[in-house]
């Protein structure tokens, strides 16, 4: 495993902060693809962070975002008062410009604004495939994001492009707090007036998917929660996993899918603070690592920014 830097960013606060979420599909999907994956030739795959579930992954000319969301804005979310649901959505694209330049395709998993908000700048700047639920297709109607771009999808699906392979899954979002619940739920069944405040972004269904790319499967969740029924006896190489949600959740996780080599930390850090600087937790990544490790499988943190090639 290579691990490279892209600036001059330190990474004591990621390596300090010692502490998983998937996706699988239908059995028959799943046997499909790793029958795929084992025939093809293995080729480095490079995956970056940009904070929160932002990821590039990368092989040759080939490229999947996840979540692409850089413009970062001060809300509150890890104060505690917690986020102001009237904050206004802001966009920056001089930041996504200094990091994205192009894709092929975008995974939604689901509709809130550290996930979203930046999807129609990105998906119109490089012309990707958006995959989401129909909810988040209503709301990037809604901020303009040109309708043939969009692809909604429920899970079940398995997508073939050229250089990669997408599986698609139902998930859900984790919950948390005395009555289980989360931020901003909803649907919407058509395209709503324009989001103007991040309570408008709603989550709209929460997806899980599978990224089958240089010969390496690579398991995707934006949150600690999961579908057991949909992920039961999944095969992948690497899973981006999340802190928080219910207790034991990961460790639920970890006994649904088969045995997996390596669990990349994704969302722990406190997105109110700049991509530019270390990641700061907003939480203890132990019981995520604890999790992982006495599974067998390499726990790795990166900071934002940072770049790990598989």
């Not at 429920?154 to 050229?162: C, Q, T, V």
Request: charged share 20%; with cysteine; net charge negative.
């Amino acid at each position: 495993m290579k691990v490279s830097r892209r600036g001059m960013l330190a990474g004591a606060a990621a390596a300090g902060a010692a502490g998983v979420v998937g996706a699988v599909g239908l059995e028959n999907q799943s046997e499909a693809a790793t029958t795929s994956t084992s025939q093809s030739t293995r080729e480095p795959v490079e995956l970056t962070w940009f904070g929160t579930h932002a990821w590039q992954i990368r092989c040759g000319k080939s490229v999947v975002l996840t979540d692409p969301w850089l413009t970062r804005f001060h809300t509150g979310t890890f104060t505690p008062e917690g986020a102001d649901p009237k904050t206004k959505l802001v966009i920056k694209p001089d930041v996504i410009d200094r990091h994205l330049s192009t894709a092929d395709a975008i995974l939604v998993h689901h509709g809130h604004y550290d996930h979203m908000a930046d999807v129609p700048y990105v998906a119109k700047k490089t012309q990707a495939t958006v995959l989401c639920t129909e909810t988040h297709a209503n709301m990037l109607r809604a901020m303009k994001t040109p309708n043939d771009l969009l692809s909604p999808v429920r899970g079940g699906e398995y997508l073939p492009f050229e250089g990669f392979a997408i599986e698609v899954f139902p998930s859900l979002h984790s919950c948390g707090g005395k009555r289980h619940t989360y931020a901003y739920p909803g649907y919407r069944y058509d395209v709503p007036p324009r989001p103007r405040v991040i309570e408008d972004l709603v989550e709209g269904g929460t997806l899980a998917f599978v990224v089958t790319i240089g010969g390496l499967r690579i398991l995707s969740l934006s949150t600690a929660n999961f579908d057991p029924n949909a992920l039961r006896g999944l095969q992948v190489d690497v899973v981006l996993a999340a802190p928080g949600g219910e207790p034991g959740i990961t460790d639920r996780l970890l006994q649904t899918i088969k045995p997996v080599r390596k669990v990349i930390a994704t969302h722990w850090d406190d997105f109110d603070k700049p991509l530019d600087d270390p990641g700061i937790p907003w939480t203890d990544l132990t019981p995520l690592r604890t999790s992982v490790e006495k599974t067998g499988a390499e726990f790795v943190v990166l900071d934002h920014l940072q770049q790990v090639t598989l």
